[in-house]
């Protein structure tokens, strides 16, 4: 049996290092390499693709490297690299929920959970954001809590607040 090979390659950021993993189609993956339990996540990634996984570059990490060069340049906005989602449907649609929060702009778990009309699934909500594996594409740095505080971000707080202050003073 032939076995899938999947690329990932390290990108270096002002936040410091990513890590990608990508098909020759779509990006899969896209963490902070400091993450708490990225190598659980990527060995889950693995097992779930029944792949090998090497040092590499494939069309989508390129084009997040590109996107993520512009965006923390202040000149992107929305990201277009094809993106393949893991996840139940119940995660898909708060991360698509995520992707529709405009740039700059932040929304409460709450509101979150009800713009996916599910208004009393605020943990859910917060318990897809954590599993989102594609940091900063989609923004789950968008979300803070009700009362106006940062809440979690899986990158750190101080890279969530980063994010924000960015997103806020390249906003036009």
């Known amino acids: ?36 339990g990225l190598e659980r996540e990527i060995e889950r990634l693995r097992t779930r693709l029944k792949a090998a996984i090497i040092p590499g570059q494939t ?3 390129l084009s997040v490297e590109s996107e993520l060069k512009a965006y923390f340049a202040g000149t992107l906005q929305e990201f277009k690299t094809p993106l393949f989602l893991f996840g139940s ?25 009800k713009i996916i009309g599910k208004p009393t699934a605020c943990r859910a909500v917060a318990n897809a954001n954590g599993a989102n594996q594609l940091a900063i594409v989609i923004p789950c740095h968008r979300i803070i809590n009700s009362n106006g505080e940062l809440g979690g971000y899986g990158g750190g ?3 969530k607040k980063w994010l924000l202050e960015h997103e ?4 036009r």
């Open 168 to 171: 806020k003073s390249s906003a």
């Open 59 to 61: 069309k989508p990490i």
């Open 89 to 113: 449907p119940f995660q898909k649609s708060v991360w698509a929920a995520l992707t529709r929060i405009p740039y700059g702009e932040t929304k409460s778990y709450t509101e979150q959970a």
């Open 1 to 36: 049996m032939n076995q899938a090979i999947w690329k990932t390659a390290s990108i270096d950021t002002p936040l410091g290092p990513m890590i990608a993993i990508a098909d020759e189609k779509d990006l899969h993956l896209l963490e902070f390499a400091d993450r708490r």
């Open 157 to 159: 707080i101080s890279r």
